[in-house]
């Protein structure tokens, strides 16, 4: 790696660790239970199948990992469950997309100031490079103290990432990319367990990786 590779890459890190974070909360409902339905990279042309597999879930809330394209897409989602979305790099700057959002999950009822989340999720539309967690974004996870990741941006469907921090890409409900499945994600919080998985769009079965 010359110097010129190593200072745009270092500005890249500056310009990430810059980026200010948007809070929201989540809550368990009055089972302890939280159902997130996840979807990403929809460029304007969600799959004909996408709100009836979103429906099928009964989520109470979507997370979106960028690249909607038209904000009506939003509009559409947010007639199955509130929306939470991140904004991808072909998406304009616009007050219902966050660049990084920190969503922060507790328990049922609302207690004091100072209760503490029982979960962080951090969504963003591109966290990873290859398999890899990108740097900077491994150390906003940390700052943040959240332990799961929500991406969008590669297209394919994910469940990994390094020792104490889960990446999630639900892979992608819009216009198909080479031979790369058409799918979407959902998150499940119950009894104190997380849970996570992919289903294919097309067919609305479990999606897993060949």
């Known amino acids: 790696m010359g110097p010129r590779h190593r200072a ?11 980026v200010t974070s948007e809070r929201r909360a989540l809550r368990l409902d009055d089972a302890g239970s939280l159902r997130l339905a996840v979807v990403a990279d929809t460029h304007s042309r969600p799959h004909p199948e996408t709100m009836a597999r ?3 879930l009964r989520p109470h809330a979507i997370l979106h990992g960028g690249d909607v394209g038209d904000l009506r897409v939003l509009d559409d989602l947010a007639a199955v469950a509130p929306v939470h979305a991140a904004r991808g790099n072909i998406d304009a700057p616009d007050a219902r997309l966050s ?3 920190v969503l922060e999950v507790f328990g049922a009822a609302a207690g004091a100031e100072a209760e503490e989340a029982r979960l962080r999720i951090l969504l963003l539309h ?4 290859g398999p890899r967690l990108r740097p900077e974004v491994a150390r906003r996870a940390e700052q943040e103290r959240a332990s799961l990741v929500v991406c969008g941006h590669s297209h394919v469907p994910f469940i990994g990432g ?4 889960t990446v999630f890409n639900p892979g992608s409900v819009g216009p198909r990319r080479f031979d790369l499945p058409i799918t979407l994600g959902w998150i499940t919080i119950s009894g ?4 996570l998985g992919h289903i294919d ?3 609305g079965e479990p999606w897993m990786p060949p």
């Open 8 to 18: 745009t890459k270092r500005l890249e890190e500056l310009r990430a660790a810059a």
């Open 201 to 203: 769009c097309e067919t």
């Open 54 to 56: 979103l429906a099928a």
């Open 162 to 165: 390094p020792r104490g921090i």
């Open 126 to 129: 591109i966290a990873v490079v």
């Open 99 to 101: 660049e990084l959002m």
């Open 192 to 195: 104190g367990r997380l849970r």
